[in-house]
């Protein structure tokens, strides 16, 4: 039967009503069930702060107290600090810069000891007022320099194709590697790659003879090639890479009880995975699982990662009076001018333009937690005296400073005083894990019995300047004295003025523990 055209319209009236009724039954049971009180979509908790680090395990303190990647009202950030915390991921540093400044992103990661290269004259950062208020981690192994057979030593080095990532944290590595036996970047054939994995590649593919890489790379290189090792690693060098946190300066405003809760959380995060196993185990798994990496290659890493707690930090930003090791005042002064001479950095800003203390110093107030055990600093090992082995082994470096002494002195004069500071002082405090042998040499002027004595003398009062004035444990040195005995090559007849002024000479010789170098 056919309805009527009046009958059709409210047929179709009614049909319409329905759809509207349904549609309207389906929103109300989404807004009831899905939507909360406060128009957050359930599930999905709204950050309070994003924070985006690289694909590397010195995060995982962070991803430890967040529960993983995601805000969660389920993660300890939000149960003890009332916090919900978003990690991204996020391995290309000019989009991290480029987040910072839109404000989608509120915290970054950064290295100190490169950051002089983005502190420049006209730097975004700087128009910004980005600065540093933590330090995360340092780098204590999870750095290395891989090196084909026949390479032992950094003299080796000379002449070859070294892989390495510009001005980043390799880069630091490598220079200061370098400087440990007197050489510079033009010394060797430097081979600019994106970051420490190409150049892992590169030297696996047999395009280089050493790269700059990060673990666990370093472990894979070796086994790539017979007879390859690792030269070097930041397990020796301790104290020249660290992680730190950026943040610009109207967001640390606006958001200052967050970000205190945050470094606080954080912080407390390393402590767990620096002394409980089982908090590092979950942490690894976290990390493996956010960062998409393997587990077991997570663990590795993180081994070779010391994360730095509120004691590490009070004494990075200098408010340890007391404190003689690297401050980040020094890490980043120091790598400023390496980087400024091999024209990556541009009139770089000071530090304390580039940093902010605040909120260390907020959380030394905070007594109940300055006061917990797992939140010193952490203890510098004590050196044991050299064993006859290593006080005779070949050192992997050599670095040569022409000190002037009075005839027939061991007086050190104030110009071989800054020269010392200048030259071996901060050196000697990055390559922690380090013996130096210093070794004083003279001319042929003189009977040998004089000059034996007399280099000894002057070797002997060079170490004593370095432990009295900058506290360094007497037993990180090996004291020799050579007399005559070993002229520089081409001047063993001390011939000329020249040829003695060169034999007159200081050496600082590095010596490693072949373990130390993984």
Same mark, same amino acid.
């Given at each position: 039967?056919?309805?009527?055209?009046?009958?059709?319209?409210?047929?179709?009236?009614?049909?319409?009503?329905?759809?509207?009724?349904?549609?309207?039954?389906?929103?109300?049971?989404?807004?009831?069930?899905?939507?909360?009180?406060?128009?957050?979509?359930?599930?999905?908790?709204?950050?309070?702060?994003?924070?985006?680090?690289?694909?590397?395990?010195?995060?995982?303190?962070?991803?430890?107290?967040?529960?993983?990647?995601?805000?969660?009202?389920?993660?300890?950030?939000?149960?003890?600090?009332?916090?919900?915390?978003?990690?991204?991921?996020?391995?290309?540093?000019?989009?991290?810069?480029?987040?910072?400044?839109?404000?989608?992103?509120?915290?970054?990661?950064?290295?100190?000891?490169?950051?002089?290269?983005?502190?420049?004259?006209?730097?975004?950062?700087?128009?910004?007022?980005?600065?540093?208020?933590?330090?995360?981690?340092?780098?204590?192994?999870?750095?290395?320099?891989?090196?084909?057979?026949?390479?032992?030593?950094?003299?080796?080095?000379?002449?070859?194709?070294?892989?390495?990532?510009?001005?980043?944290?390799?880069?630091?590595?490598?220079?200061?590697?370098?400087?440990?036996?007197?050489?510079?970047?033009?010394?060797?054939?430097?081979?600019?790659?994106?970051?420490? =994995?190409?150049?892992?590649?590169?030297?696996?593919?047999?395009?280089?003879?050493?790269?700059?890489?990060?673990?666990?790379?370093?472990?894979?290189?070796?086994?790539?090639?017979?007879?390859?090792?690792?030269?070097?690693?930041?397990?020796?060098?301790?104290?020249?890479?660290?992680?730190?946190?950026?943040?610009?300066?109207?967001?640390?405003?606006?958001?200052?009880?967050?970000?205190?809760?945050?470094?606080?959380?954080?912080?407390?995060?390393?402590?767990?995975?620096?002394?409980?196993?089982?908090?590092?185990?979950?942490?690894?798994?976290?990390?493996?699982?956010?960062?998409?990496?393997?587990?077991?290659?997570?663990?590795?890493? *993180?081994?070779?990662?010391?994360?730095?707690?509120?004691?590490?930090?009070?004494?990075?930003?200098?408010?340890?009076?007391?404190?003689?090791?690297?401050?980040?005042?020094?890490?980043?002064?120091?790598?400023?001018?390496?980087?400024?001479?091999?024209?990556?950095?541009?009139?770089?800003?000071?530090?304390?333009?580039?940093?902010?203390?605040?909120?260390?110093?907020?959380?030394?107030?905070?007594?109940?937690?300055?006061?917990?055990?797992?939140?010193?600093?952490?203890?510098?090992?004590?050196?044991?005296?050299?064993?006859?082995?290593?006080?005779?082994?070949?050192?992997?470096?050599?670095? =040569?400073?022409?000190?002037?002494?009075?005839?027939?002195?061991?007086?050190?004069?104030?110009? *071989?005083?800054?020269?010392?500071?200048?030259?071996?002082?901060?050196?000697?405090?990055?390559?922690?894990?380090?013996?130096?042998?210093?070794?004083?040499?003279?001319?042929?002027?003189?009977?040998?019995?004089?000059?034996?004595?007399?280099?000894?003398?002057?070797?002997?009062?060079?170490?004593?300047?370095?432990?009295?004035?900058?506290?360094?444990?007497?037993?990180?040195?090996?004291?020799?004295?050579?007399?005559?005995?070993?002229?520089?090559?081409?001047?063993?007849?001390?011939?000329?003025?020249?040829?003695? *002024?060169?034999?007159?000479?200081?050496?600082?010789?590095?010596?490693?523990?072949?373990?130390?170098?993984?």
């Amino acid at each position: 039967m056919e309805l009527t055209e009046k009958g059709q319209k409210t047929v179709k009236a009614v049909r319409n009503t329905i759809i509207l009724i349904v549609v309207l039954a389906a929103g109300y049971f989404a807004y009831t069930h899905w939507i909360s009180k406060d128009g957050k979509i359930a599930g999905t908790a709204k950050p309070d702060l994003v924070v985006a680090y690289n694909t590397f395990t010195g995060v995982e303190g962070l991803v430890l107290m967040n529960g993983g990647m995601e805000p969660s009202d389920s993660s300890t950030f939000y149960k003890k600090y009332g916090i919900k915390v978003l990690i991204k991921q996020m391995d290309a540093v000019k989009d991290t810069r480029s987040g910072l400044h839109s404000g989608d992103l509120d915290l970054v990661y950064c290295t100190t000891d490169a950051l002089s290269v983005e502190m420049g004259s006209g730097s975004e950062l700087l128009a910004d007022n980005v600065v540093q208020i933590m330090q995360v981690n340092q780098s204590h192994g999870a750095d290395a320099i891989v090196v084909r057979k026949g390479i032992d030593d950094v003299a080796g080095l000379k002449g070859k194709k070294v892989a390495y990532a510009v001005g980043t944290a390799s880069h630091t590595l490598l220079l200061n590697v370098l400087e440990s036996s007197g050489l510079k970047m033009s010394d060797i054939d430097g081979y600019q790659v994106a970051d420490g =994995v190409e150049a892992a590649n590169t030297f696996k593919n047999n395009q280089c003879d050493a790269a700059v890489v990060w673990a666990p790379d370093d472990e894979d290189c070796v086994a790539s090639q017979a007879g390859a090792k690792v030269l070097i690693s930041s397990a020796v060098a301790s104290q020249i890479i660290a992680d730190g946190l950026l943040v610009k300066q109207s967001v640390l405003k606006t958001k200052h009880d967050l970000i205190i809760k945050l470094v606080k959380g954080w912080l407390e995060g390393n402590a767990k995975v620096n002394s409980d196993p089982v908090a590092k185990k979950q942490a690894n798994a976290l990390f493996a699982k956010g960062f998409k990496f393997p587990e077991d290659v997570a663990a590795k890493s *993180a081994d070779k990662v010391y994360f730095s707690t509120l004691g590490d930090n009070v004494n990075f930003f200098g408010l340890n009076s007391t404190y003689t090791g690297m401050t980040g005042d020094r890490m980043y002064g120091r790598m400023a001018i390496k980087y400024t001479e091999v024209g990556l950095a541009k009139s770089p800003a000071p530090w304390r333009n580039v940093s902010d203390p605040s909120v260390i110093q907020e959380i030394m107030n905070d007594k109940d937690f300055a006061s917990q055990s797992d939140q010193a600093a952490a203890v510098v090992k004590a050196f044991t005296p050299a064993t006859e082995e290593v006080k005779t082994q070949a050192s992997q470096s050599s670095k =040569v400073i022409s000190l002037e002494f009075p005839t027939n002195s061991a007086m050190l004069n104030e110009d *071989a005083r800054v020269l010392i500071d200048r030259e071996i002082k901060e050196l000697a405090q990055g390559f922690a894990g380090a013996y130096i042998r210093v070794e004083g040499n003279t001319d042929n002027v003189g009977s040998a019995v004089v000059n034996n004595k007399l280099s000894l003398a002057r070797a002997t009062s060079v170490v004593n300047y370095l432990v009295n004035e900058h506290h360094f444990d007497q037993n990180k040195f090996i004291i020799v004295g050579n007399g005559s005995n070993q002229p520089v090559p081409g001047c063993e007849d001390n011939s000329d003025e020249t040829c003695r *002024a060169k034999n007159r000479r200081t050496e600082f010789q590095f010596i490693w523990d072949k373990k130390a170098k993984k």
